[in-house]
């Protein structure tokens, strides 16, 4: 299986439909891709919280239109990254977007763990309540979106639902890129699934972004990593390997926590 991982730089001065424009450009040129990955907020950007209400859009607006043109314009499976969405009802959500090769929307889903310690995404936007898996002809992909990195039993959830390739769409800062490779490695290791990790290059907002989007194989192994500047990261894997790696090491089939509720004492 063919993936593209699009590390776009948000550059403040850079308007947002031309970021978009470029963001199809880009998708355009990975024709022959079976999977192409955008990341997190990246039309407006994942810290300009002040842009966010400005920004917002409906679920089928600019950038869903947009998205589903480019996916099928290149024939491929995309995840869109994320955006601010404005539901009927006013409120925000992180949304992302995944779309057929045909350019029909698959899925969409709304970031659970909203970040920033009752500050920015937390107070500013909903909170997603769904785990959303999408299947592909060649695996299962489940879906989450930065924060959710750090919380290990919604990828539970995603494995027990089918997933066996685990998509991020961040936008990490520098500050803590450690803790990015870390935990996108944690999460491949512990669910012995894939892990295909793409986060937003440049500085937004004053913060500056990690870049190093991420492929971790179901062993921790990493298969392909990006620098910090814009990058498009081409990788090539193979899905048979989660079912393998799973029945030559069945440590999921001894889980005892999680499948039926504790007895505490």
């Given at each position: 299986?063919?993936?593209?991982?699009?590390?776009?730089?948000?550059?403040?001065?850079?308007?947002?439909?031309?970021?978009?424009?470029?963001?199809?450009?880009?998708?355009?040129?990975?024709?022959?891709?079976?999977?192409?990955?955008l990341?997190?907020?990246?039309?407006?950007?994942?810290?300009?919280?002040?842009?966010f209400?400005?920004?917002?859009?409906?679920?089928?607006?600019?950038t869903?239109?947009?998205?589903?043109?480019?996916?099928?314009?290149?024939g491929?499976?995309?995840?869109?990254?994320?955006?601010?969405?404005?539901?009927?009802?006013?409120?925000?959500?992180?949304?992302?977007?995944?779309?057929?090769?045909?350019?029909?929307?698959?899925?969409?889903?709304?970031?659970?763990?909203?970040?920033?310690?009752?500050?920015?995404?937390?107070?500013?936007?909903?909170a997603?309540?769904?785990?959303v898996?999408?299947?592909?002809?060649?695996?299962?992909?489940?879906?989450?979106?930065?924060y959710?990195?750090?919380?290990?039993?919604?990828?539970?959830?995603?494995?027990?639902?089918?997933?066996?390739?685990?998509?991020?769409?961040?936008?990490?800062?520098?500050?803590?890129?450690?803790?990015?490779?870390?935990?996108?490695?944690?999460?491949?290791?512990?669910?012995?699934?894939?892990?295909?990790?793409?986060?937003?290059?440049?500085?937004?907002?004053?913060?500056?972004?990690?870049?190093?989007?991420?492929?971790?194989?179901?062993?921790?192994?990493?298969?392909?990593?990006?620098?910090?500047?814009?990058?498009?990261l081409?990788?090539?894997?193979?899905?048979?390997?989660?079912?393998?790696t799973?029945?030559?090491?069945?440590?999921?089939?001894?889980?005892?926590?999680?499948?039926?509720?504790?007895?505490?004492?």
């Amino acid at each position: 299986m063919r993936a593209s991982l699009i590390q776009i730089a948000v550059d403040p001065d850079e308007s947002v439909n031309a970021r978009r424009q470029r963001a199809a450009s880009l998708i355009a040129a990975r024709r022959g891709a079976d999977l192409v990955v955008l990341p997190e907020l990246w039309p407006v950007g994942a810290f300009a919280y002040t842009d966010f209400e400005n920004e917002a859009e409906p679920l089928q607006g600019p950038t869903h239109d947009l998205m589903a043109k480019a996916a099928a314009d290149a024939g491929v499976w995309l995840h869109a990254g994320s955006f601010v969405e404005r539901a009927p009802d006013g409120t925000l959500y992180n949304t992302s977007l995944v779309f057929t090769p045909e350019g029909e929307r698959a899925a969409a889903y709304r970031k659970i763990h909203r970040f920033g310690f009752d500050q920015g995404e937390a107070v500013m936007m909903g909170a997603g309540e769904e785990l959303v898996t999408v299947a592909l002809p060649q695996t299962t992909i489940g879906l989450a979106t930065c924060y959710d990195l750090r919380f290990p039993e919604m990828f539970r959830g995603l494995v027990d639902a089918g997933a066996g390739t685990l998509i991020v769409a961040a936008g990490w800062p520098e500050r803590r890129r450690a803790h990015w490779t870390l935990l996108a490695q944690a999460r491949a290791v512990e669910n012995q699934s894939y892990v295909l990790a793409v986060g937003t290059a440049g500085t937004h907002a004053g913060i500056q972004q990690a870049g190093h989007s991420i492929v971790v194989d179901p062993w921790g192994e990493v298969l392909a990593e990006a620098g910090a500047d814009e990058e498009v990261l081409d990788v090539e894997f193979d899905p048979a390997k989660v079912a393998a790696t799973r029945e030559q090491f069945p440590a999921l089939k001894d889980r005892r926590l999680g499948l039926a509720p504790p007895r505490l004492r």
